[in-house]
């Protein structure tokens, strides 16, 4: 039953990307990035191989996630892959981060973002 | 089979009557002690070799009689058809070279209880070669290492042994090494085993070290691929006891992007010349089979480049192949990661050996040991 739920899921996902891309409607783009937080790791790729596809349209809300501190180890990371050097600073802050899998992706997010340049 | 602690093990009957892992390990001990018993001339010198490596106290707790030696090779083909006429047709089936020939457990029992109520050497003969159509690998490896030395079918016994160095199950790896070794110590698969042994030695004298985990995207901080993860675990366990599980493993951001990758693979060069590793197998996961690739192309030298659920996305990530030793793909069917990723689902080079599962979708299911460790997959044997 599980297997097939993260298959729906799955799909839910590829059909949420494609009508968030087409119409740019934020909200649309949330669930996306809350799959971020998903138990399944199947899901949590794909929701961030979207992500990083969508590029600037998905940059507010990796802020938003950000700024919430929700799911900050990809988060960080994706921000890093998208470019997003307006939120370097911050980035930089987490560097220091009490847990090291939050530390540990802020710096690499840095490394590629200044890889970037 | 998973590792089991038998601290009061059945005797030889009951183990034979029962289909539990305790049950099936004695099994395998008891053809070995067959195997033994007939070996020599006269009973002393039978006596002697008991005594060396049999206490009998232990024998009395299986309670496996005394055998006479036997002189000779016996003819296992007589063996087989006096077996077929007494259990019916399924038992001339061909010898097994997967799990999937299987004789049923009740007749391993009779045979069992024949030889223990009169033993003889062709008592023991006939349970040795039906042991080889055992469902469990351990007990046909057993018996084809104790049978070796009897029958007149010496091949067909070496390809059983060959199979059994191939297995998930570590214990099932050394028990068919070690009794290949005895009886065909030129056999060129134990020149692989030492080969893959003895490559590359680990930094300043320390731990040899000739596998390693690389995960794929978002998986940094993911448990499975390092020490005490389950992947890692099943690895180093089951198949791979040299892989690296020192506190220096390497590791990449996992991010989803050319230079995430690019960076990671100038990573992998610097840990490699930084520790002395070069020459490491690498079982990669996902985009972490391209770091690798990439990683090839900046001069890290890889033995065996195991590629777990690669997104295929040539020639932008392909190996080096001059400095690849051979490059093994594993996946499922119809991935949505790598549909998502918009990468290829399948190596078409030549010098890629592609294995696709019978699993559809599941780009994790090829880190998952519950997969590896089933026998209807042959994961390991692909390697």
Same mark, same amino acid.
């Given at each position: 039953?599980?297997?097939?739920?993260?298959?729906?899921?799955?799909?839910?996902?590829? =059909?949420?990307?494609?009508?968030?891309?087409?119409?740019? /409607?934020?909200? $649309? %783009?949330?669930?996306?990035? @809350?799959?971020?937080? #998903?138990?399944?790791?199947?899901?949590?790729?794909?929701?961030?191989?979207?992500?990083?596809?969508?590029?600037?349209?998905?940059?507010?809300?990796?802020?938003?996630? =950000?700024?919430?501190?929700?799911?900050?180890?990809?988060? /960080?990371?994706? $921000? %890093?892959?998208?470019?997003? @050097?307006?939120?370097? #600073?911050?980035?930089?802050?987490?560097?220091?981060?009490?847990?090291?899998?939050?530390?540990?992706?802020?710096?690499?997010?840095?490394?590629?973002?200044?890889?970037?340049? | 089979?998973?590792?089991?602690?038998?601290?009061?093990?059945?005797?030889?009957?009951?183990?034979?009557?029962?289909?539990?892992?305790?049950?099936?390990?004695?099994?395998?001990?008891?053809?070995?002690?067959?195997?033994?018993?007939?070996?020599?001339?006269?009973?002393?010198?039978?006596?002697?070799?008991?005594?060396?490596?049999?206490?009998?106290?232990?024998?009395?707790?299986?309670?496996?009689?005394?055998?006479?030696?036997?002189?000779?090779?016996?003819?296992?083909?007589?063996?087989?058809?006096?077996?077929?006429?007494?259990?019916?047709?399924?038992?001339?089936?061909?010898?097994?070279?997967?799990?999937?020939?299987?004789?049923?457990?009740?007749?391993?029992?009779?045979?069992?209880?024949?030889?223990?109520?009169?033993?003889?050497?062709?008592?023991?003969?006939?349970?040795?070669?039906?042991?080889?159509?055992?469902?469990?690998?351990?007990?046909?490896?057993?018996?084809?290492?104790?049978?070796?030395?009897?029958?007149?079918?010496?091949?067909?016994?070496?390809?059983?042994?060959?199979?059994?160095?191939?297995?998930?199950?570590?214990?099932?790896?050394?028990?068919?090494?070690?009794?290949?070794?005895?009886?065909?110590?030129?056999?060129?698969?134990?020149?692989?085993?030492?080969?893959?042994?003895?490559?590359?030695?680990?930094?300043?004298?320390?731990?040899?070290?000739?596998?390693?985990?690389?995960?794929?995207?978002?998986?940094?901080?993911?448990?499975?691929?390092?020490?005490?993860?389950?992947?890692?675990?099943?690895?180093?366990?089951?198949?791979?006891?040299?892989?690296?599980?020192?506190?220096?493993?390497?590791?990449?951001?996992?991010?989803?992007?050319?230079?995430?990758?690019?960076?990671?693979?100038?990573?992998?060069?610097?840990?490699?010349?930084?520790?002395?590793?070069?020459?490491?197998?690498?079982?990669?996961?996902?985009?972490?089979?391209?770091?690798?690739?990439?990683?090839?192309?900046?001069?890290?030298?890889?033995?065996?480049?195991?590629?777990?659920?690669?997104?295929?996305?040539?020639?932008?990530?392909?190996?080096?192949?001059?400095?690849?030793?051979?490059?093994?793909?594993?996946?499922?069917?119809?991935?949505?990661?790598?549909?998502?990723?918009?990468?290829?689902?399948?190596?078409?080079?030549?010098?890629?050996?592609?294995?696709?599962?019978?699993?559809?979708?599941?780009?994790?299911?090829?880190?998952?040991?519950?997969?590896?460790?089933?026998?209807?997959?042959?994961?390991?044997?692909?390697?």
């Amino acid at each position: 039953m599980l297997y097939k739920m993260w298959i729906l899921g799955a799909i839910g996902l590829f =059909l949420c990307t494609a009508v968030w891309r087409a119409t740019r /409607l934020r909200f $649309l %783009g949330r669930p996306i990035i @809350k799959a971020l937080g #998903s138990r399944n790791e199947n899901l949590r790729t794909i929701a961030g191989i979207f992500i990083v596809r969508a590029g600037r349209l998905a940059e507010p809300l990796l802020e938003e996630s =950000l700024h919430k501190r929700e799911n900050l180890p990809i988060v /960080l990371t994706i $921000l %890093g892959d998208v470019g997003d @050097k307006r939120v370097e #600073s911050e980035i930089r802050g987490f560097s220091g981060h009490e847990d090291p899998k939050v530390a540990e992706a802020a710096r690499q997010a840095l490394r590629i973002l200044a890889m970037q340049r | 089979m998973p590792t089991t602690e038998v601290t009061e093990p059945p005797a030889a009957q009951e183990a034979f009557e029962r289909t539990d892992r305790t049950a099936v390990l004695t099994q395998a001990a008891v053809l070995l002690i067959l195997g033994l018993q007939l070996r020599g001339n006269t009973t002393a010198q039978l006596k002697e070799v008991l005594q060396d490596t049999l206490p009998t106290d232990d024998l009395a707790v299986l309670r496996i009689p005394p055998l006479s030696p036997l002189g000779g090779r016996i003819n296992s083909q007589s063996v087989r058809i006096s077996l077929a006429s007494r259990f019916g047709t399924s038992v001339a089936a061909p010898i097994p070279e997967g799990d999937d020939v299987t004789w049923r457990s009740e007749i391993f029992a009779e045979l069992a209880r024949d030889h223990l109520r009169q033993p003889t050497a062709n008592s023991a003969t006939n349970l040795m070669e039906a042991c080889l159509r055992h469902s469990h690998e351990i007990v046909r490896v057993a018996a084809a290492a104790a049978y070796h030395d009897w029958s007149s079918e010496r091949t067909r016994l070496t390809l059983i042994l060959e199979q059994g160095t191939r297995s998930a199950d570590l214990l099932v790896r050394q028990l068919a090494a070690t009794a290949l070794a005895q009886v065909y110590p030129d056999n060129a698969r134990l020149s692989d085993l030492t080969r893959s042994a003895g490559r590359a030695a680990g930094a300043s004298g320390a731990a040899s070290y000739t596998a390693m985990l690389v995960h794929g995207t978002w998986a940094l901080g993911a448990s499975w691929w390092q020490m005490g993860g389950d992947f890692h675990s099943y690895v180093l366990q089951e198949l791979r006891p040299d892989l690296y599980s020192g506190e220096k493993r390497f590791a990449w951001s996992g991010g989803y992007s050319d230079a995430a990758r690019a960076l990671g693979a100038d990573d992998l060069f610097t840990w490699v010349n930084t520790y002395h590793e070069q020459g490491l197998d690498l079982f990669t996961h996902s985009h972490g089979g391209s770091l690798a690739m990439l990683a090839s192309n900046k001069g890290v030298k890889i033995g065996k480049l195991v590629l777990l659920s690669c997104p295929v996305h040539m020639p932008k990530y392909q190996p080096d192949f001059s400095r690849v030793g051979t490059v093994v793909s594993i996946r499922v069917r119809l991935d949505l990661v790598i549909l998502a990723d918009r990468g290829g689902q399948k190596f078409r080079h030549s010098s890629i050996r592609e294995n696709v599962l019978p699993i559809w979708f599941d780009h994790t299911a090829t880190h998952n040991p519950s997969v590896w460790k089933n026998s209807t997959y042959h994961i390991p044997a692909m390697l």
